[in-house]
């Protein structure tokens, strides 16, 4: 997922992106364990999405709280 369709996303939309992507993480950490990995890549590509989920997540809050004018 690239950052731009991350962008376009409602907070509750990124939320669930995010839920979705930690999930499919553990169940390939789990694979990883047990067996070998089909593509290993989709590790990182899920660490990647997480990254970029948090980071849009703290860029929103952080805007939020300037705008309020607390920071």
């Keep these: 997922m690239k950052i731009k369709e991350l962008r376009d996303m409602s907070s509750e939309h990124l939320a669930l992106v995010l839920k979705d992507a930690r999930d ?12 070998r990995l089909d593509s290993p890549s989709e ?7 997480i990254a970029r989920v948090l980071t ?12 309020e004018g607390k920071v």
Excluded: D, G, V, Y
């Design 24 to 35: 499919k993480l553990f169940r390939l950490r789990l694979q990883a364990r047990m067996e």
């Design 43 to 49: 590790l990182r590509k899920n660490k990647q999405i």
């Design 56 to 67: 849009l997540q703290k860029e929103r809050e952080l805007a939020a709280r300037k705008k």
